[in-house]
């Protein structure tokens, strides 16, 4: 990863699923005066993201809120429908913001890229978590290994939050 403590975030273009329409935005518009956990997938529907990271999130949701933050939200390079249908399958009734970066440009950008071909998965995202205030890391943990999900697990993560 490009980032470190303090860092702005690189802006970026990512997709959103809103009335079954892909919207493009800007990765500031979610990320600009908030306090947010952003939380990289390598891909949807794949077996860490889905029995552990994602599951942990909404798991403590609640948790993240008494502790001040604003949103959650979990980008994978994959195209908006498949972040959408992952997000409903996994109920995070858009408690968590399901974006997507089909093309990794963002994921480009912090230099989060792995190629993961010979899986048949083509470039994807490391796995990690960040605390963003103001669009500016306050904390990131990123995994060694993209099957790993211990450093940016859920339960990690809200032990590292200050108010």
Known sequence: ???FIN???PDADVFQLIDNEPVKKS????????KVI??????AFTSTCSQKHLPGY???LENFRLVGIDNIICICVNDPFVMDAWGKINNAKNEIL???DPFAEFTKKLGAEVDKSDRGLGIRSKRYSMILKDAKVVYLGTEKETSHCEISAAENILSKIKE
């Open 58 to 60: 909404i798991n403590h």
């Open 98 to 100: 399901m974006l997507a």
């Open 1 to 3: 990863m490009n980032l």
């Open 27 to 34: 990765i500031f518009n979610y990320l600009k005066n908030k």
């Open 38 to 43: 952003l939380i990289g997938m390598p891909g």
């Open 7 to 9: 860092d702005k975030v």
